[in-house]
C-alpha cells in the first residue's frame, strides 16, 4: 500500500476550510457551485491523510477541534443571531427550521471528517461527531436561550387555555423538538453511564464466538463489544453483560473471524497509548494487516460491515480506494467483475 501524501497543517486546514465554506454557501442558498464526486473524495483524502501521518504530523486532534469549532461557528453566526431577534411563535418557528438545517449541515460536514470516528475519537477521549454536533447545538441554543424558549412555548399554551385558537401541526412540531432534544441528551448520558459500569472485571470475562464451521473462539467481552452487531445482541438479553457466555456467528467463516479477532485484539478500546510512538506503530500495523489480496479484502470488508466494526470498515475502505483510484468508469466495473468472478469460482 502507497504511503499517503504528506499534507502540512497550513496546507491541509486551508484546504479544509474552503470546503466548509462552500458547503455553507450552499445551504445558505448562496452563489456557489456544486460539490463534485472528486471533491468530496479529496475532502475525505485530505482528513484521512492528516490522520494517518507519523508524529508530530498526526493533526487528528485539531482536525477534531475543527469539526467542533465549525458546528459552534455556525451556530453562533447563523443561527442564534436569527433566534434573538425573535419572541414568543417566531421565535419557536425559527427554532423549528434552523434545528433540521443544522442537522443537515453537520451530517455533510461529518462525511468530511469520518475517518477520525473509530480510531482517533477513542483515543483523544471525546464525543463522537454526532454527539459533537448535537452537544454544540444543545450548549449553545437550547440551554443558552432556554429562558426565552420556554416562555415562548408557556405563553402558546397559555393562549391555547384562553380559547384562542393555535396552530396545532406547529404546537406538535415543536413539542416533537423538545422530545428529540431531550431524547438525545438521555441517550448520550445513557451511554456516558454504560462504559461507567462496564467494570474491568466484567470486561475481562469470557464469551465464545461460534464460526459458520462450528468452530468456537473465546475471547474477552470486551473485545466482543468492539462489534456494534455484538453489543447489540448482549443488550437485548434481559441478564448482565458479564452472565452471556455464547454468541454464535454462523455467518462468518473461521478464517475471517480469526483475521478480524486478530484486528479486534490489536485495536481494543480499553488499549491504553502510553505515547505517540506507540500510535504510529498501531497505524503501521494496520497498514501490514491490510496487504492482502483482492478478494480477502473484499471479503473482509463484507464481514466488517456485517459485524459493524467501524474501525476495521474503514480501513478496508481505505485500502480499497487505494486500488480503484484513478481508474475509469469501465475500469472499475471490470475491476469487480473479475471478484465477483473469483468469487463464483469458491
Partial sequence: MSSPKFISLEEGCDYLH???????????ALPESNFTPQHHIMLYTTVYNMCYQRAPQDYARKLYDMYKETCE??????VLPSMREK???????????????????????????????KLDIPRLKVPSLEETSFLSFYHLVYEGMNKEIMDAVFAMVDRERAGEHIDQTF????????????????????????????????????IKL????????????????MSK???????????????????SVHEVSSKMLTTVIEYCKKHNIRQKYVNLKDYVNLKDWDTKFIDVDTKTLLDLQTYASYLKIDGLQRLTWG???????????EEMAEFYAAQEDSNSSY
Avoid: H, Q
Avoid at 18 to 28: R, V
Avoid at 229 to 247: C, K, M, Q
Avoid at 322 to 329: C, E, P, V
Fill in 210 to 225: 461460534v464460526s459458520s464451521g462450528r468452530v468456537v473462539f473465546e475471547v474477552d467481552i470486551g473485545l466482543a463489544l
Fill in 171 to 206: 404546537a406538535l412540531n415543536t413539542l416533537d423538538l423538545y422530545l428529540e432534544l431531550k431524547e438525545c441528551t438521555r441517550k448520550i448520558k445513557e451511554k456516558e453511564e454504560k462504559m461507567m459500569n462496564r467494570s474491568p472485571d466484567v470486561l475481562s470475562k469470557k
Fill in 319 to 329: 485500502k480499497e480506494f487505494d486500488l480503484i483510484k484513478g481508474m475509469t468508469r
Fill in 18 to 28: 474552503k470546503g466548509i465554506t462552500k458547503l455553507l454557501n450552499i445551504l445558505e
Fill in 229 to 247: 452487531r455484538f453489543e447489540e445482541i448482549i443488550e437485548t438479553i434481559p441478564v448482565a453483560v458479564g452472565d452471556i457466555d455464547t454468541i
Fill in 73 to 78: 461557528e455556525y451556530i453562533i453566526s447563523k
Fill in 87 to 117: 419572541k414568543d411563535d417566531l421565535l419557536l418557528r425559527e427554532l423549528l427550521k434552523r434545528w433540521p438545517n443544522y442537522i443537515a449541515m453537520t451530517r455533510r460536514l461529518s462525511k468530511f471528517f469520518c475517518p477520525l470516528e
